[in-house]
Every structure is written in C-alpha cells, then in structure tokens.
C-alpha cells in the first residue's frame, strides 16, 4: 500500500523550520530590520513547537493504516508497542 503525502502539512513545517532558523540568525543579520520583523523573529521557539507538532502529525498520518488503524512497519524497522 503506498505511504499518503501531506503536502500541505510538509510545506507548512518546511516554514516552520525557516521560522526557527531565521529566528537564530536574527542577532547576527537584523540590525536595522522594521519592528514587526524583529516581533516575528523573536518568536522562532513558536517554530519549533509547530515543526516538533507536524513531524509527529505527518509520521502518524503516513504510517497508520486506514482499514486497520493500525501503524504498519517498514521493512527492517523494529515494531514496539505501549499499552
């Protein structure tokens, strides 16, 4: 059965990403920058919660079987289960 994309949800956490990684550039690249920009690159912790959300998201999505509800296992991967 082949995996389903989220393209949408891998876009979005493609953004998520650059968030965080231009709010680390900030200090360094952002002198002088307009004040509503200096507000959306402080925020780049928010990135980081939306990437770590998406990625659990997507993984879950991609792997559960839809008839089943059930996580399938990639070949050569270990299989643990909780509960």
């Given at each position: 059965m082949?995996?389903?994309v989220l393209h949408a949800l891998t876009g979005l956490r493609f953004v998520a990403a650059l968030h965080v990684l231009v709010g680390h550039l900030s200090g360094?690249?952002?002198?002088?920058?307009?004040?509503?920009?200096?507000?959306?690159?402080?925020?780049?912790?928010?990135?980081?919660?939306?990437?770590?959300?998406?990625?659990?998201?997507?993984l879950v999505y991609t792997q559960l079987d839809p008839e089943t509800r059930e996580m399938?296992?990639?070949?050569?991967?270990?299989?643990?289960?909780v509960g």
């Open positions: 082949p995996l389903r360094t690249f952002a002198q002088g920058w307009p004040g509503w920009a200096m507000n959306f690159v402080r925020t780049g912790y928010i990135g980081v919660s939306l990437f770590f959300l998406l990625s659990g998201f997507i399938r296992a990639q070949k050569g991967s270990p299989v643990v289960t």
